[in-house]
Structures are given as C-alpha cells and as structure tokens.
C-alpha cells in the first residue's frame, strides 16, 4: 500500500514569511508524528497525534510552530514568521498505534533565504 | 537524561568487513530501541529494534546487542556491502510516553568495494 506522503518536497521561503507543510499518514495509522531534521543532526520531536486526545506539543521549538490534524488523516505544520534556524528537513512519521512501529515520508526540505 | 549518544560520526569499511555502531543512554525508562537507515534524500526505514529483556537480535546480517547494565546498545553489519552505505540512526523510547522517539546524532557509513 501507499506510504506517508509529504509534500511539497522542497520549499524556499523568505525569511518572515509563513510555510504550510503537509503530511499523508498510512491509512489506518492512528499515531501521527512530526521530527525536525537539521543538516547533519539527528532527528528531533516536535509533536505527535493519537486519535482524538490531546496532541503533545512538547517538542515544538517555539510558538511560532503549530500543527493541526484532522481525526485520523492530513496533518500540517505551520511555521510563521520562519527564521534562517528554521532550514532542515521536516518529516512526518504514522504508526499503526501509539507505541508502534513508525514509519516515515520522504520529508520536506524548508530553507529559509 | 533524554538523550542517546551515537558513535561513531561517520565509519568506512571495507566489503565484507564488520560496521559497528555504538549508542549509549541514560534514561532507564527507554524501553525500545530501533536503529534505523536513511540514504539521502529519502526518509529513515526501521532496520531493526530490540527490548531490553533480550541481550541480542539477529535478522540477517544486523545484530542489535543491548547491554542493559551499562545502558549501551550497539548495531553491527556483518559483510557489510556497498549497498549498505547510508546513515544510520539508533533512538529510544518510553513506550508509556506517547511513544515519541529520542534519536542518536547519526552515523554516516560507506563501504568500500
């Protein structure tokens, strides 16, 4: 079946303006998480969805990033007024269940000019 | 506390030689560790994870070996090929904690034909 879905794949943005980032989950995949990857770094959390409790946040940078998920399907990662810090790969995971095994997109590659 | 430390940075084997990879943690808690292969411009696919109630898992020619007293966990490729040159990630996880993943900083390896 379809994997999880990013798109877009790359985007180039202004400094000060704000991107939209979208993410497919598995059909079916109930977990949905967002991870930050900077060039050379490792992954960082930034947020997680499971079904209809509240998301944790905990992961979110500062309080210009924000996601939204609609039940069980599309989610999207919104950064306003993006800084140049804001450059890295973002990528979306979905697992069957909360303590599943999570698989990835392709991520979106943001740079911030 | 939350972090995984992964060593080395970056490792160059020759084929058929052994890769080995080493992480350490401090969380006793974590009770999941997958290792994951990311080859550039694509996202990372589990390769392979272990629970601390076993010492070592084999699937193929990747071994996990978890040393739950030192709170280490190593992943080594055995033959390693050409093929296999990606970078990889360990993480870890509380599965009581919405099962978000603590990733390793990465180790990027090439083998050598």
């Known amino acids: 079946g379809a994997g999880v879905s990013q798109s877009p794949s790359n985007k180039v943005t202004e400094k000060g303006k704000d991107v939209e980032l979208r993410c497919d989950p598995i059909s079916g995949h109930t977990a949905l998480y967002w991870y930050r990857q900077r060039l050379g770094q490792g992954l960082e959390f930034l947020i997680y969805f499971q079904g209809n409790s509240a998301p944790d946040k905990s992961g979110l940078p500062s309080d210009r990033f924000s996601a939204e998920r609609t039940g069980e399907s599309v989610s999207t990662l919104t950064i306003q007024r993006t800084q140049q810090e804001d450059s890295a790969v973002y990528l979306c995971?979905?697992?069957?269940?909360?303590?599943?095994?999570?698989?990835f997109g392709p991520g979106t590659r943001l740079t911030v000019t | 506390q939350q972090q995984v430390k992964q060593s080395p940075q970056s490792l160059i084997v020759q084929k058929g030689g052994i890769s080995i990879i080493n992480c350490a943690y401090e969380n006793t808690a974590f009770d999941y560790f997958p290792w994951y292969q990311q080859f550039p411009g694509k996202g990372p696919a589990l390769l392979i994870a272990i629970r601390p109630d076993v010492s070592e898992k084999k699937e193929g020619r990747f071994t996990i070996s978890f040393n739950k007293s030192a709170k280490q966990f190593s992943l080594h490729i055995m033959d390693s090929q050409p093929g296999d040159s990606a970078t990889y990630f360990c993480?870890?996880?509380?599965?009581?904690?919405?099962?978000?993943?603590?990733f390793g900083q990465g180790t990027t390896l090439q083998v050598k034909p």
């Open positions: 993480a870890a996880r509380r599965s009581s904690n919405t099962g978000k993943l603590i």
């Open positions: 995971a979905s697992s069957y269940q909360g303590n599943g095994e999570q698989y």
